[in-house]
Structure formats: structure tokens, C-alpha cells
Nanobody, 120 residues
């Protein structure tokens, strides 16, 4: 079984920073692209950032220049550094990964989510 565990959410004032982490564990051979999504109640889940296994990145327009996604392949961990936060960034943040397992092939895995609240 493979699971993703997020951490690092919390309450921050507008203009502040937070760093989210998401660690994968289980019977992992390798991890392909890793993504961060976010969702507010009543709204669709939206992609925030993606990083490929080779380190290429892409961002939603709303976070470009403020958020940075990175990964540590040795630790099976993806990070999201969030700077210059504003109240519109308030959401539950989820990480997502396509994981190659030692048995039963690839599986898409989601974390449980971590809440980020930005106060004005």
C-alpha cells in the first residue's frame, strides 16, 4: 500500500509564507509527476503546480512567481513553498502522485489534505 502524508498547513497573515510537504511511503519503485491541488468548499479542485520526475515544473497563473514546487526523490517527498500569500490562497491543499509500486503496477495516490488559511 502506498500513501501520501501532507504537512505544513496552518494560519498565516496576508503577505506571509508557508511551506507544505508531502511524503510518500510504502512499496515504491519510483514516482512520476507529483502535483499540488487546492480546493475550497463548493468549488472544483484546481491544480496549483506540477513537477515531473526530471524536475520540470509548471504553475497555475494565479500562483506563478509566488509559489515554488520542488521534490526530493531520495525522500519521496514533494514541497510547495508559498510566498506572498493572500486570502484567495485559502484552501485545503492536496498532493497527488503517480506511483510505480513493487507489485501491481502504477497507482494514482492522493494525500488527505492540509488546510491553509490566510487572514487579511
Amino acid at each position: 500500500q502506498v500513501q501520501l502524508v501532507e504537512s505544513g498547513g496552518g494560519l498565516v497573515q496576508a503577505g506571509g509564507s508557508l511551506r507544505l510537504s508531502c511524503a510518500a511511503s510504502g512499496s515504491i519503485v519510483s514516482i512520476n509527476a507529483m502535483r499540488w491541488y487546492r480546493q475550497n468548499p463548493g468549488k472544483q479542485r484546481e491544480i496549483v503546480a506540477i513537477i515531473t520526475s526530471g524536475g520540470s515544473t509548471n504553475y497555475a497563473d494565479s500562483v506563478k512567481g509566488r509559489f515554488t514546487i520542488s521534490r526530493d526523490n531520495a525522500k519521496n517527498t514533494v514541497y510547495l513553498q508559498m510566498n506572498t500569500l493572500n486570502p484567495e490562497d485559502t484552501a485545503v491543499y492536496y498532493c497527488n502522485a503517480l506511483v510505480q509500486r513493487t507489485s501491481f503496477g502504477a497507482v494514482e495516490v492522493w494525500g488527505q489534505g492540509t488546510l491553509v488559511t490566510v487572514s487579511s
